[in-house]
């Protein structure tokens, strides 16, 4: 029992005095380097070559076209005024290859184009608490790029690239095999996906904007325990997409405009345990798609306008869609099965015609938010050429006196009578 | 001036005409006559290009008629029953047929007058008993002087004094020389009229013949008394 | 002939179901507008009657307009006119009219609360449907005798074009579901003037992204300049073709 509280005594002490010296380091012996034309150094290199940890360098304005720079020791690297560092689409720009390293206000422009080894703008290598701060990352293969990293943040960036085709660009954010990252309030246009993970745990995405990228907004692969909160996504082929993934939360984000054939704002796909919260969902082709997503909650989001509200293929279970407010959709939810394991209650549902005789916002009659032509539509996608004629609208009607080929327990039970206040 | 040459007009399996011929001269009034059914009515039709026939050929001042319009210029006509739009008043078809037929020299409304017309112009169409409405047909016939008359049951529905107008009104225009057929049951109003008689039965021409002819044939006085008598010797075969 | 038109167009007017027609059509129009926020959800909400009343109210106007005429037909045939010019005034007549009535009853709203692109193709397509099914109408009654069997015929037709035909398109869809027939549905859809209308306008509006893929065929297709040119000619087709059968038929028809 001693020996144990011995070693973990001797331990704390030790990470203690690390701790330490780290801060005493950064105070005390770290000096600056200055990197520009009339300055102590003239390449970024060089003054990389002469620092030792915990140095800053200071690279001044002007265009630097040095190739690859890897930063292997823990410096600070401050651009001042913008420098421009330039890949000359051959090299990686910079690979950060150590601990405790910060890269703050440079510009990172032309990133080698290779599939293979996939060159970045800014690439971090088995590294924990690698900070990568204002910097504005410009038409790179990938922008930054995080592998094995740890305790990383990347903050305040704006990242843009002019991709045209899938194949031939990368994506903004790309974390692979990390953990506890935070990735805030970045600016990701362009791309593949916005910002993709790949075995990545315990991070936060907060505050980012993700528009007009060629794939996702956002993409969770393989990975558990995320959050993210408050971004916003506009105009991707899917604002979200969130596969093979577990115990994911999603909340107050805006997904929007993500429009076209086979776009959707979340598109959910085998993942399990999530929470859906305040988010609000507007004029996207399917605001949530699911397949094979179980014990999801859906709770408190607004769908506005979109093509589809939701579309809840036959393999997901037991959702919970509460107290969400379905506004001018043009299909509020569609399904492709008979079989329904989801709970739908006390929705806010536009199209609902019942009535309230007691008065407590629940309407009395329950409501089938499925449509007939909805269903025909979902086992067979052309019939969407009847849409809007005098036909489907017949078809519906009809199914709505006399429900006969709808799912009877696809229904909510207690459908408000008014929209929630979200 | 109008030549009916074998003409042949079938109304679904019902032969209305069967082979129809006849001459048609300036300065003569025909009478067409003939039991009810006999395609009297047709024939005129088919003159006015109202029935399209099946076979044979209508020559109008030597040109066929056929897929021609402007010949109708020369042609009055006035319909056994005359319809008109309902909703238009007496003034209004009358000015919109003068502003159709395009008609510059000096109208003839001797009828108009007579028949004080001028004073139901604001009458509209479907408001106007059977007989007034004859009068307009007859009004109209007349109006464009032409040199054709055709008048399909002309009297049936007038009055007898307005029927004793228009008859005068006939002589005097067939005192012009203008071709004048008429269609009647009345026989013995054709009397006074008639230079020939065509008389029809089953759609063919049984007989064409000058009204003196005919009486001698016959030995009969009028010409009302001559074609009962045919009409009681077809009957008896 | 000119007179013949003004005859025509002025008794229509004279008429009143004309001005019923515009009242109506205006009603439904401003009230759509006035109680939809969004400009494609209204546009989408008028498409709708416009394709299901404009055909309707086309046809069995016409219908009766044209056995009523009879009267007028008869009276003209055996005046110095043209068979073809009596037939084709009431045709031209008729069709200035009705397209008077949309315009001034949906055009305006239109054109004051939709996109000026989407108001101006509504309007033209919705001119098309209402000389086309004039044109169906005139077929009606060249090929019937009486106006009730006339009328049922026009009922019919409608009937075909409005609801029918869909209901065909939906069965050749299941039916062949697993064939890539969406090129052959363009050449479906040109069988009935009211889907091509509805596709062509639906294209137009953003919600063809719903149409998923066989909406990216049609917009393909319709999209281009050769495609626009043929559906306008197909549209142009479905007015001619009733009418100059019809225009047969009248110039054989004994009267």
């Known amino acids: 029992m001693d020996r144990i509280k011995q070693v973990i005594d001797k331990t704390k002490r030790q990470t203690m005095l690390s701790l330490f010296s780290i801060v005493f380091a950064f105070i005390a012996n770290g000096k600056t380097l200055t990197v520009g034309q009339n300055k102590q150094y003239k390449t970024i290199h060089k003054a990389i070559k002469f620092a030792v940890a915990f140095d800053t360098i200071e690279i001044h304005e002007g265009l630097y076209k040095e190739g690859n720079i890897v930063v292997d020791k823990s410096l600070y690297i401050k651009g001042i005024n913008k420098p421009v560092l330039d890949g000359e689409k051959k090299y990686e720009v910079v690979s950060v290859k150590s601990n405790f390293t910060t890269i703050d206000g440079l510009v990172v422009q032309h990133s080698g184009y290779a599939t293979l080894d996939d060159p970045g703008g800014i690439k971090v290598y088995d590294s924990h608490h690698v900070t990568i701060i204002n910097n504005v990352l410009l038409d790179n293969f990938f922008g930054i790029y995080i592998q094995y990293g740890q305790h990383c943040i990347v903050k305040n960036n704006t990242i843009e690239a002019f991709g045209i085709e899938e194949q031939q660009i990368g994506n903004g954010i790309h974390c692979w095999k990390s953990d506890s990252l935070q990735i805030i309030g970045n600016k990701i246009t362009g791309h593949r996906d916005g910002i993709y993970f790949e075995f990545v745990t315990g991070t936060i995405i907060w505050r980012n904007i993700s528009f007009n990228n060629l794939r996702y907004g956002l993409h969770f692969m393989v990975s558990n325990d995320d959050a993210y909160i408050g971004n916003i996504l506009k105009n991707n082929g899917a604002g979200v997409a969130v596969m093979f993934s577990k115990r994911i939360k999603m909340i107050n984000n805006y997904f929007s405009d993500n429009w076209g054939d086979a776009a959707y704002g979340l598109l959910l796909k085998e993942i399990s345990d999530g929470y859906i919260f305040n988010n609000r969902f507007s004029s996207n082709t399917s605001g949530i798609f699911m397949e094979g997503t179980s014990r999801i909650n859906v709770e408190n989001n607004s769908f506005y306008n979109n093509g589809w509200g939701m579309k809840i293929q036959a393999s997901c279970m037991e959702n919970n869609i509460i107290n969400n407010n379905f506004k001018n959709n043009t299909f509020d939810v569609s399904t492709n099965g008979s079989l329904v394991l989801n709970v739908f209650n006390k929705n806010y549902w536009d199209k609902y015609e019942g009535y309230d005789l007691n008065k407590d916002n629940i309407g009395d009659v329950a409501y089938h938010p499925l449509s007939l032509f909805s269903i025909i539509v979902e086992n067979n996608a052309s019939v969407m050429l009847l849409y809007q004629s005098f036909f489907a609208m017949l078809l519906d009607k009809s199914e709505k006196v006399i429900p006969s080929l709808t799912p009877t327990n696809f229904i909510d039970e207690q459908p408000l009578m008014h929209p929630i206040l979200l | 001036m109008i030549a009916i040459q074998n003409i042949s007009k079938k109304f679904g399996k019902l032969t209305v005409l069967d082979g129809a011929s006849a001459q048609f001269n300036k300065g003569e009034c025909i009478a067409l006559i003939g039991p009810n059914g006999c395609g009297k009515t047709t024939l005129i039709k088919s003159i006015l290009g109202m029935v399209v026939p099946n076979a044979g050929n209508i020559l109008f001042n030597d040109v066929s008629i056929k897929n021609e319009f402007l010949y109708r210029n020369n042609i009055g006509y006035m319909p056994q029953i005359g319809r008109y739009p309902e909703n238009m008043s007496i003034g209004q078809v009358i000015d919109m047929i003068k502003k159709i037929r395009n008609y510059n020299s000096q109208l003839d409304e001797e009828l108009l007058d007579l028949y004080k017309i001028k004073d139901l112009l604001n009458k509209k169409m479907r408001t106007l008993s059977g007989g007034t409405t004859q009068k307009i047909s007859a009004t109209i016939a007349f109006l464009f002087n032409p040199d054709v008359l055709i008048l399909d049951e002309p009297t049936a529905g007038l009055d007898p004094l307005a029927a004793e107008i228009l008859k005068e009104k006939i002589i005097k225009e067939k005192q012009k020389g203008k071709l004048i057929i008429i269609t009647s049951h009345l026989l013995s109003e054709l009397d006074e009229l008639v230079t020939q008689v065509v008389f029809m039965q089953d759609g063919k021409i049984k007989f064409h013949k000058n009204t003196e002819e005919l009486k001698t044939d016959t030995q009969m006085p009028t010409i009302a008394k001559a074609i009962t008598h045919i009409l009681k010797a077809t009957v008896h075969e | ?255």
């Open chain 3, 1 to 255: 002939m000119n007179r013949l038109i003004k005859f025509v167009v002025l008794d229509i007017i004279k008429n009143r179901t004309i001005l019923g027609y515009t009242l109506l059509l205006a009603i439904f129009s401003w009230s759509v507008f006035g109680l939809e926020d969004n400009a494609t959800k209204g546009v989408l909400t008028l498409l709708n009657i416009m394709l299901l009343i404009v055909p309707l109210v086309s046809i069995i106007f016409s219908t009766i307009y044209i056995y009523n005429s009879s009267e007028f037909i008869d009276l003209m045939v055996s005046q110095p006119v043209k068979r073809n010019k009596i037939w084709t005034s009431l045709f031209i007549g008729l069709s200035i009219s009705q397209i008077l009535a949309f315009v001034v009853g949906v055009g305006i709203p239109l054109l004051l609360f939709a996109p000026l692109n989407i108001a101006l193709s509504m309007i033209s397509v919705g001119c098309m449907i209402s000389v086309i099914f004039i044109a169906i109408a005139f077929l009606a009654c060249a090929i019937t005798h009486d106006k009730s069997k006339g009328i049922g015929v026009s009922i019919m037709l409608w009937l075909y074009f409005a609801l029918l035909f869909d209901g065909l398109v939906l069965f050749l869809l299941f039916q062949f579901a697993d064939y890539p027939i969406e090129h052959f549905m363009i050449g479906i859809t040109m069988l009935s003037p009211i889907d091509m209308a509805r596709i062509l306008i639906l294209l137009q509006l953003n919600v063809s992204a719903l149409l998923g893929h066989t909406g990216a065929i049609f917009t393909d297709f319709f999209g281009t300049i050769i495609g626009t040119f043929i559906s306008t000619f197909v549209l142009c087709l479905w007015a001619i073709i009733p009418f100059y059968l019809s225009l047969r038929m009248f110039n054989k028809k004994d009267l």
